[in-house]
């Protein structure tokens, strides 16, 4: 497989390719790689939100306001 980038984007993959002492090609698998890991995760969860949600298991906005505000200490 070929990619071809806009020459400022290959300047940043290079410098940031040296600045690691990779190649190239090795960051961007790394980075495909890693992408690929969390958008399954993220599926995986939106999944899991949507079936709690079927099975009535949520809460409301205000409740999820009151927890961050708790958590933040502004209550």
Same mark, same amino acid.
């Given at each position: 497989?070929?990619?071809?980038?806009?020459? $400022?984007? $290959? @300047? #940043?993959?290079?410098?940031? @390719?040296?600045?690691? +002492? *990779?190649?190239?090609?090795?960051? %961007? /698998? $790394? !980075?495909? @790689?890693?992408?690929?890991?969390?958008?399954?995760?993220? #599926?995986?969860? %939106? &999944?899991? +939100?949507? &079936?709690? !949600?079927? /099975?009535?298991?949520?809460?409301?906005?205000?409740? %999820? /306001? #009151?927890?961050? $505000? #708790? *958590?933040?200490?502004?209550?």
């Amino acid at each position: 497989m070929e990619v071809s980038f806009a020459p $400022e984007l $290959e @300047a #940043r993959l290079n410098r940031i @390719a040296s600045q690691t +002492g *990779k190649g190239p090609d090795e960051v %961007v /698998r $790394e !980075l495909v @790689a890693n992408y690929l890991d969390h958008d399954e995760w993220f #599926r995986q969860e %939106v &999944a899991k +939100g949507l &079936a709690s !949600l079927d /099975r009535g298991k949520f809460i409301s906005h205000d409740e %999820v /306001r #009151r927890q961050m $505000e #708790r *958590k933040l200490g502004l209550q």
